[in-house]
């Protein structure tokens, strides 16, 4: 690991990390582990993604992230795709999961399960 000798330094890291993580031309599958995930099983389902994407090589980052407020489907997950804006999927068990790899992320074709979004961005 890199020694951190200056501000510059921390800010380099910083940006390497930033670009890593919110890279647009990444797969970014998010698993909302808030206490209602947890519960529900989005460890399990966190692992699977995370064994499963690997086996496949599919290049993504999987994130563990807090409650997103979709706690009646718990557990669930937010796929962005590279382009295009994010889709939440509800009540994912290891078959919706399989399910969400082989038809949404490698294919694009929309799956079962799909929640509203809850929120919308300010362009």
């Given amino acids: 690991m890199k020694k951190v000798k200056s501000p510059a330094d921390l800010r380099k890291i910083k940006d390497e990390v930033r670009e890593r993580m919110y890279s647009k031309e990444k797969i970014r599958v998010r698993v909302h582990m808030g206490t209602s995930g947890l519960a529900s099983g989005a460890r399990e389902i966190y692992d699977f993604l995370r064994l499963e994407l690997e086996k496949r090589n599919i290049h993504a980052s999987v994130i563990s992230t807090g409650d997103m ?15 295009k804006d994010p889709v939440v999927f509800g009540n994912v068990d290891k078959l919706k999961a399989d399910d969400i790899i082989e038809n949404y992320i490698k294919n694009g074709e929309y799956v079962d399960g799909i929640l509203p979004a809850n929120y919308r961005k300010i362009e």
């Fill in 69 to 83: 407020g979709y706690s009646h489907a718990e557990p669930t997950l937010e796929v962005t795709l590279p382009g």
